[in-house]
């Protein structure tokens, strides 16, 4: 079956960091691949997404590219703020398969 | 209003009472899912709908029931819930089932007590 495994949190960084939150997946076909983040008190935001091998998602300073032949999805920031501080959650869907799945998520906390 | 709408945002229950919980859309999307988020536990899928009919329903006690009346409303009925029951309770709604291109948009869910 499908799963996502993320690194295990919590990540502490100050501020101004460089970010990596690793993400490796197994599919049964050829899934898009998702990143979300969860702010405290509040429901998942999509952060970015990919659709294909090699396609690099991006936004607000993240990035993260699918990596078919690692199968993996690492999320990258070059310099964290104290606003980034949240929990980033990897997904995948396959939606031809009927399938999606969350990783476990990351809790990140960015401090002063 | 635009996004996935929950009601209410925080709720207190005893584990008599009977209570709704109330999810909306008016992005025209036509797949819409519940899912249980419990403290340092992944995300739990609940319920699956595509064009208000169930599609998938992952062994979830018949104390949560849930009613999609239309594309636009998800509920989900909860009767004598119990502590471990206590959980931030997200709905979220897709395009097309199990979108692949778009992803999902989630509400803020709703904090459930039960005491």
């Known amino acids: 079956g499908n799963s996502v495994t993320q690194m295990e949190g919590p990540v502490t960084l100050s501020e101004e960091a460089f970010l990596t939150i690793n993400c490796t997946y197994t599919a049964t076909g050829y899934p898009s691949l998702f990143w979300y983040v969860q702010y405290p008190g509040e429901g998942l935001q999509l952060l970015l997404k990919a659709t294909k091998a090699d396609d690099k998602g991006s936004n607000k300073g993240f990035e993260a590219t699918y990596r078919k032949e690692t199968t993996s999805f690492h999320l990258e920031k070059g310099s964290v703020q104290v606003s980034d501080s949240a929990v980033y959650f990897c997904?995948?869907?396959?939606?031809?398969?009927?399938?999606?799945?969350f990783g476990d998520g990351t809790t990140l906390t960015v401090k002063p | 209003e635009t996004g996935v709408t929950q009601t209410p945002r925080h709720l207190v229950m005893g584990m008599t009472n009977k209570k709704s919980l109330k999810c909306e859309q008016h992005?025209?999307?036509?797949?819409m899912y519940w899912y249980k988020q419990s403290a340092k536990k992944p995300l739990e899928l609940m319920f699956v709908?595509?064009?208000?009919?169930?599609?998938e329903n992952n062994s979830v006690p018949s104390r949560f029931s849930p009613e999609c009346p239309n594309s636009s409303h998800l509920f989900l009925h909860l009767h004598t819930l119990q502590p471990e029951d206590s959980a931030l309770y997200l709905c979220?709604?897709?395009?097309?089932?199990?979108?692949?291109?778009?992803?999902?948009?989630f509400g803020s869910g709703t904090r459930l007590t039960v005491v």
């Open positions: 992005l025209g999307h036509n797949a």
């Open positions: 997904a995948l869907s396959e939606s031809d398969a009927g399938k999606s799945t």
């Open positions: 979220a709604s897709s395009q097309d089932l199990y979108e692949g291109f778009y992803g999902y948009t």
């Open positions: 709908y595509s064009l208000e009919e169930r599609v």
